[in-house]
């Protein structure tokens, strides 16, 4: 029965809608929704929740200065990010804003709670301040009053507060991180322990100096701050902090996916409020990275964003998810260029899966009547490709798990990889000329029709609507999408298949680059303008936009060298036989390199471009005369070269067989 599922529920941060949201939100709640979905599709009952967070002193400054009320202003705003997620078809269940009574009246309630317990006490803060982001920093961790955030200036403030006995539970909120995996990725906890390590102090929880915010239900003129008000919406959504609120039972603890700006909030300050409450802490909290754009990370207020929707109105929702889920490795920060996305696109959804659907539709309706025949006995290179095709769902679910988005899709990709070299190992238009054949071809056809099958099922979750397209080409349009049919290879016979358009239509990459340069210089210019309003409103002076070039001063030129200096270095070419992760390096791969008799291990710094699969097989160049070092504890013996490509690592090859010297 239905009420007898397990349960998932994952969200996304509450945004502040201050401006319009930019690529790198979209990149969030795209992995939030991928989850949601895939889930959905394994038969959880899943809530998925994201929202705003509306309150707070910069809110209503430019409000002020906009010459409007502060709810009228995040109305607007609210308004364009709802209809941003439902341009992205985002499958959320619930959409919490922070000024609906339901969530302001549970707050108060929470903040009673708490004080009663004797968790909470009015006192005085004094300290330095940044409005844009809403932010109190301490002299040692902003010397020179410039918020580390987003370089502005802080501003003195000296106000009455109430203040939540955080200190109280550094104990607890230590053992947590050292003791459990709540959150993740590794790094992101080191980093938390540390922190939790130099002390914690007591929070500020209120702000007496503007009015737009939550009142606090026993002080005049104090309104909650930030903390208190956004955090508590993953329970107050619940009916918390009424415990036997019947969705408070059912779905919390929740997973929490969050950019690691804000992964101190959600597995420090989260946390101690729950304990407070003596409530369950959270499953985990996964704190994802940046997507960097060249000169640094995207700001709203540095007015350097990629729109989300002119992406998709050019491209499609399709090619803008998988790009982003494929592209970027969770828990690290990633360079977002035009060239890299438009080449994914082409590479993978217009040549592997395109052309696959392509060439798989048009063979049956040629060779077969449009109809999908059964399949004879197995030879050849059918068993290999049936082994793949129902093996496939468990890999991804195995990395869905670990929120490894990418290698997910990479296993799908690779079984994709893999049905187009069947087509060219079978060759079904040689087989098509004898008749002799014809039981061989029907074999051939079938097993396509069943790979295309899977694999419409296998991207559900990424890439709905390309799934839908799929499925109605080959004739499964009307039947259920179910993830338990991946490991069946016998439910194509008899099916009508129909050719469609190109689902991904190859791209003129140099057309499309100057275009997307042009539209963004554009969006760039008007971002700033909006950006330096929102500035005067709030009477601070807008960061500066740094371009590639102010970000990174040119290197001085490298001294010259003699051919004798050159001669030094042993360059060979090498067979990378397998490659691997590090296991305690994110960034570092493992390869296994053969060099004309020879096989070294060689540790590069490339995982974040390249998975194991893609390194395995390439012919590279490799420095041999290296001297051999300890690189976390594996040895290196030796260099693959890459080439520099704006932020990425791009494999230097050589058609040259391995063992070779480079001159």
Not at 29 to 46: C, H, I, P, S
Request: net charge negative; proline share 5%.
């Amino acid at each position: 029965m239905a009420e007898d599922r397990k349960t998932f529920y994952i969200t996304t941060p509450i945004y502040y809608p201050s401006a319009d949201l930019h690529i790198g939100h979209t990149y969030c709640t795209v992995m939030a929704d991928a989850m949601a979905r895939f889930k959905r599709l394994q038969g959880y009952d899943v809530r998925f929740q994201t929202g705003t967070d509306e309150h707070g002193e910069k809110i209503q400054k430019i409000a002020e200065k906009n010459g409007i009320s502060p709810q009228e202003y995040v109305d607007q705003v609210v308004g364009r990010i709802r209809k941003l997620w439902d341009t992205m078809e985002i499958s959320y269940d619930d959409f919490i804003r922070t000024t609906e009574p339901r969530h302001m009246k549970r707050v108060q309630d929470i903040f009673m709670k708490m004080h009663e317990k004797g968790d909470i006490y009015k006192g005085q803060y004094e300290g330095m301040y940044c409005i844009p982001c809403e932010s109190y920093w301490t002299k040692t961790q902003a010397p020179d009053d410039i918020c580390p955030d987003c370089g502005r200036p802080l501003k003195a403030m000296k106000e009455d507060a109430w203040f939540f006995k955080l200190s109280k539970y550094q104990d607890q909120i230590l053992d947590l991180l050292e003791n459990t995996d709540f959150l993740q990725p590794v790094t992101a906890r080191n980093e938390m322990i540390n922190f939790v390590k130099q002390g914690l102090e007591d929070l500020n929880v209120s702000r007496s100096s503007f009015d737009w915010g939550i009142p606090v239900p026993i002080a005049e003129n104090h309104v909650l701050y930030v903390w208190l008000d956004a955090l508590t919406n993953y329970v107050t959504t619940l009916g918390y902090p009424d415990e036997d609120a019947p969705e408070f039972q059912k779905y919390w603890p929740a997973i929490h996916l969050v950019g690691k700006e804000i992964v101190r909030f959600h597995s420090i300050i989260w946390p101690g409020i729950l304990m407070s409450l003596g409530a369950p802490l959270p499953e985990h909290v996964m704190g994802h990275g940046w997507i960097l754009l060249e000169g640094g990370k995207m700001s709203k207020s540095r007015g350097n964003i990629v729109d989300p929707v002119k992406l998709i109105e050019r491209y499609g929702i399709d090619a803008l998810k998988y790009f982003l889920l494929r592209e970027y490795t969770f828990g690290q920060d990633g360079l977002y260029t035009n060239e890299v996305m438009l080449n994914r696109l082409n590479y993978d959804l217009a040549n592997d899966l395109g052309n696959l659907v392509s060439r798989t539709t048009a063979m049956i309706e040629k060779y077969c009547g449009a109809v999908v025949p059964e399949a004879g006995p197995e030879e050849g290179p059918d068993h290999d490709l049936i082994e793949m095709g129902t093996t496939t769902a468990d890999r991804v679910a195995e990395h869905m798990d670990q929120f490894a988005f990418h290698l997910a899709l990479e296993e799908i990709w690779k079984f994709i990889r893999r049905t187009n070299k069947y087509i060219d190992e079978t060759e079904p238009w040689v087989l098509a000329r004898d008749e002799a054949d014809r039981k061989r071809l029907d074999t051939v056809m079938h097993n396509l029709a069943e790979s295309l099958r899977i694999i419409s099922v296998l991207v559900s979750p990424f890439i709905c609507h390309t799934s839908e397209e799929i499925r109605k080409q080959i004739g499964v349009a009307e039947e259920p999408v179910r993830w338990e049919d991946t490991l069946r290879f016998d439910l194509m016979g008899g099916k009508t298949v129909k050719r469609g358009e190109a689902i991904f239509p190859r791209l003129d990459i140099e057309k499309e680059l100057a275009e997307l340069e042009e539209m963004q210089q554009k969006q760039m210019a008007e971002a700033k303008a909006k950006a330096a309003l929102e500035a005067e409103a709030q009477g601070t002076q807008a960061a500066p936009v740094s371009s590639a070039k102010e970000a990174e001063p040119q290197a001085p030129a490298k001294e010259a060298i003699t051919i004798d200096d050159f001669d030094k270095v042993e360059l060979k070419v090498g067979e990378i036989l397998s490659c691997k992760k590090h296991p305690k390096a994110d960034r570092l791969l493992i390869s296994q390199v053969k060099i004309g008799e020879e096989t070294r291990q060689i540790v590069s710094g490339v995982a974040s471009c390249h998975t194991p699969e893609e390194m395995t097989g390439k012919h590279v160049v490799v420095v041999t005369n290296l001297k051999p070092a300890k690189l976390r504890g594996e040895r290196s013996e030796g260099m693959i070269l890459f080439a520099t490509n704006e932020g990425r690592y791009e494999f230097v090859t050589a058609d040259a067989p391995d063992g070779c010297e480079v001159r």
